[in-house]
């Protein structure tokens, strides 16, 4: 007979080494040698319009693809051969397809343009559920593993819906569905783009916008809330449904969130960014989110900007720049124009430091500054010395890219060399694309941190607040380097910068003077219109 004491520590020996197998399974799985031979294997040929959505079911044995012909079709990807092909009754196009988890592979959700969320089985290839709750596109369709029957949706009206299949369901004049309405959080043109639900932890539930902010909701904190949706008042219509949504938004209607329920991810440049990219015409919207398969990372991609990683497990708070206050009197410049344009020193640009995400605690007090104790770091180890070697080559041959791959695989040998970190902020900086000015600015943070003497990274900070537009916390941090290196104070590079953020912060100047200038007169028109009418 078997001890059953050593059958439960059997079978618990046999899931530990399991879950270590798939770990191992996955750190092999996608390696560099791996992607070099990737190449086309087939072509699956059945659609008549654009394939916008591909999903695997849980075993990779099934991919189910939606298009703009509104079929959802079903292939076995491993004998290149349709399954079966569903005609899905949407009147608009397919954007998001999903397996419903433990269905055995029998039920799929479609969303789509028409507003619509259907729930069709692949037995009998027929609709058996239809929800016309939303009033915009739906574009994203989201399922936990655990959670079976159970769904959600997001849609250009601002919504994320949730829908259990055990329930009832009817679009009537109130709907029951709405979990989140972000047209409450984000303004009335709020639009959900993507969602998805983390696999290790499926009470946590991320959401994209049409602004560069990912939120990742508490679901345990969160219950569909009673909503007008106009069905029963003659609103047939997406766009009259879209309305009274809007509506339940404005009109007073409860959607506020508890306290810890949400939290937001965003890269530090792009809040600043937002305003001039729209002056640009472009949009930041995240288009696709997707969790790491353990749950701690998640994966942004924001259309028309760069794909970002998130670490959900360990998340990281805004820090302070704090530049001396003794400071403002030894300039005068940035004294007299902070004055002027109504800002107090720190809050140029309208933006507090404590919301520029740099961490930068050198610039104290400058006697503390004067005193402190340059960091020996001593010589590199050989594996980074030689891969930093390699690094310079690239950059001088303007490979910045190849650059700043070499100086990351140098700091996993050398974490602590100020040198790695001051020389990959100067890479992103002549790289230059979007957010490589903030990666160079918390890289030469850190570079400071490890060794407060290294004057390229305090001339490097001092170019990044200058080009990300800071030139009043610019002028500031070149006023610390002019005063800690007066070797290098007259040099050509220094006194060009300086000029630079002066001519900015005076270009400012200028321009918030002739804004209140042309608001003057309007608002005297404005008021003398006014009176007359009650005369």
């Known amino acids: 007979m078997t001890n059953p004491v050593k059958a439960v520590v059997a079978t618990a020996q046999r899931m530990i080494n399991a879950e270590y197998g798939k770990t191992y399974q996955r750190h092999l799985q996608v390696t560099s040698s791996l992607i070099g031979r990737l190449g086309l294997e087939k072509e699956l040929e059945g659609h008549s319009g654009c394939v916008n959505c591909l999903e695997w079911?849980?075993?990779?044995?099934?991919?189910?693809?939606?298009?703009?012909?509104?079929?959802?079709?079903?292939?076995?990807?491993?004998?290149?051969?349709?399954?079966?092909?569903?005609?899905?009754?949407?009147?608009?196009?397919?954007?998001?397809?999903?397996?419903?988890?433990?269905?055995?592979?029998?039920?799929?959700?479609?969303?789509?343009?028409?507003?619509?969320?259907?729930?069709?089985?692949?037995?009998?290839l027929e609709?058996?559920?239809?929800?016309?709750?939303?009033?915009?596109?739906?574009?994203?369709l989201a399922t936990a593993d655990n959670v079976p029957f159970m769904?959600?949706?997001?849609?250009?009206?601002?919504?994320?819906?949730q829908f259990d299949l055990r329930q009832p369901h009817r679009c009537?004049?109130?709907?029951?569905?709405?979990?989140?309405?972000?047209?409450?959080?984000?303004?009335?043109?709020?639009?959900a783009k993507c969602l998805a639900v983390n696999p290790a932890r499926p009470e946590q539930l991320a959401v994209g916008a049409n602004d560069p902010f990912i939120r990742l909701y508490d679901r345990r904190m969160l219950s569909p809330r009673p909503t007008r949706s106009g069905q029963g008042q003659g609103a047939r219509s997406s766009w009259e449904?879209?309305?009274?949504?809007?509506?339940?938004?404005?009109?007073?209607e409860d959607f506020s969130l508890p306290e810890g329920c949400a939290t937001y991810f965003v890269a530090g440049h792009l809040p600043l960014k937002q305003q001039e990219y729209s002056k640009r015409f472009r949009t930041l919207a995240a288009t696709y989110i997707t969790f790491s398969p353990d749950g701690t990372e998640l994966l942004a991609n924001l259309g028309g900007e760069q794909i970002y990683l998130f670490d959900v497990s360990h998340r990281r708070l805004p820090t302070n720049i704090d530049l001396p206050v003794s400071l403002e009197a030894a300039n005068p410049v940035a004294k007299e124009l902070t004055q002027s344009n109504g800002y107090r020193n720190g809050t140029t640009n309208g933006v507090c430091l404590t919301t520029n995400g740099v961490s930068c605690h050198l610039a104290t007090v400058q006697d503390e500054g004067k005193r402190s104790i340059s960091k020996k770091s001593g010589k590199l180890p050989a594996k980074a010395e030689l891969l930093k070697s390699q690094a310079n080559k690239v950059f001088d041959k303007l490979d910045y890219t190849l650059a700043i791959s070499l100086y990351n695989h140098a700091i996993c040998y050398a974490g602590d060399a100020a040198v790695l970190y001051a020389n990959r902020a100067a890479a992103y900086m002549k790289r230059a694309w979007d957010g490589d000015l903030y990666a160079a600015l918390r890289d030469c943070s850190t570079a400071l941190k490890l060794d407060p003497h290294h004057v390229k990274a305090h001339f490097r900070l001092a170019r990044c607040l200058y080009e990300l537009h800071w030139t009043s916390e610019a002028l500031d941090f070149l006023q610390v380097f002019k005063s800690r290196f007066p070797d290098y104070a007259k040099s050509h590079a220094c006194e060009a910068l300086d000029r630079d953020i002066k001519a900015a912060i005076f270009a400012k100047s200028d321009q918030s003077e002739q804004q209140r200038c042309s608001?003057?007169?309007?608002?005297?028109?404005?008021?003398?219109?006014c009176r007359g009418q009650h005369e």
């Open 519 to 529: 608001v003057r007169p309007s608002l005297i028109i404005a008021v003398i219109a």
């Open 57 to 124: 079911n849980s075993t990779g044995t099934l991919l189910a693809s939606g298009s703009d012909d509104l079929k959802v079709i079903v292939w076995d990807p491993l004998l290149h051969r349709q399954k079966c092909v569903v005609n899905t009754g949407h009147e608009g196009n397919i954007f998001s397809v999903k397996f419903l988890p433990n269905s055995n592979d029998a039920t799929i959700v479609s969303g789509a343009a028409d507003t619509e969320v259907k729930v069709h089985d692949l037995n009998k």
């Open 172 to 191: 009537e004049s109130v709907c029951n569905s709405v979990l989140i309405n972000l047209n409450a959080h984000l303004g009335v043109n709020a639009e």
């Open 127 to 140: 609709t058996t559920h239809t929800f016309s709750c939303h009033g915009g596109r739906v574009k994203r």
């Open 241 to 252: 449904r879209h309305s009274f949504l809007i509506c339940a938004a404005v009109d007073g």
């Open 151 to 161: 769904f959600w949706s997001a849609a250009e009206d601002g919504t994320i819906m």
